[in-house]
């Protein structure tokens, strides 16, 4: 089903009206959706190189607005909604721990959340139901999905279909490379 659903969207992204479902994924993806809006990302810059900053623009503009979505499911919805969509997806022992460091490493944990493979919606969830300062929350939401989908963006638009073969086979590295490079960084800034 989940490979059919991909197929779709890979088939869907170099035509017109691909905006729009890059929004659609990218929101959705931020509070409850399992594909990532790469999956439609790569094929659009791939087809429409020149116009990589717009369709960096658009993931990022509904991703964090999907984000502040789930946000709001964690405030209002916790019980209903946000405690099974953690079940769902198996992500309780994931959450426990982050629930544990939540409150004083809030914006890093959403900055990294938003650039690495750990389930965004799963943060953005616990955000708004743990209360991480909502502005805290979207500046860190812009920042990290930002830099994300910009990198992918650059990355296919210089590179072209080596850059998409080499991403599609190593994304979770990729993100994951990103991250600690990220971690880094923060380490020496805030130790140093």
Not at 57 to 76: E, K, M, P
Not at 98 to 125: D, E, H, M, R
Not at 141 to 157: H, P, Y
Not at 173 to 184: A, Q
Request: glycine share 8%.
């Amino acid at each position: 089903m989940i490979k059919n659903l991909y197929n779709k969207i890979i088939g869907k992204s170099a035509k017109p009206g691909a905006e729009y479902l890059l929004g659609i994924i990218a929101f959705c993806e931020s509070s409850f959706f399992p594909i990532p809006p790469d999956l439609v990302l790569i094929p659009m810059v791939l087809s429409r190189p020149k116009k990589w900053i717009r369709i960096g623009v658009i993931a990022t503009f509904f991703s964090v607005l999907g984000g502040v979505f789930g946000y709001f499911i964690g405030i209002f919805l916790w019980e209903f909604i946000g405690e099974p969509i953690i079940h769902f997806y198996k992500l309780s022992d994931e959450f426990l721990i982050f629930q544990n460091n939540y409150n004083s490493k809030g914006a890093i944990i959403v900055f990294l959340a938003g650039i690495s493979p750990i389930p965004y919606k799963l943060i953005t969830i616990a955000s708004g139901g743990l209360g991480l300062n909502i502005y805290i929350f979207i500046l860190a939401s812009v920042l990290s999905r930002g830099f994300r989908f910009f990198i992918i963006a650059i990355m296919i638009s210089l590179f072209g279909e080596k850059a998409k073969i080499f991403l599609e086979k190593n994304l979770t590295l990729t993100s994951s490379m990103i991250g600690i490079v990220l971690i880094i960084i923060a380490l020496i800034v805030f130790y140093f």
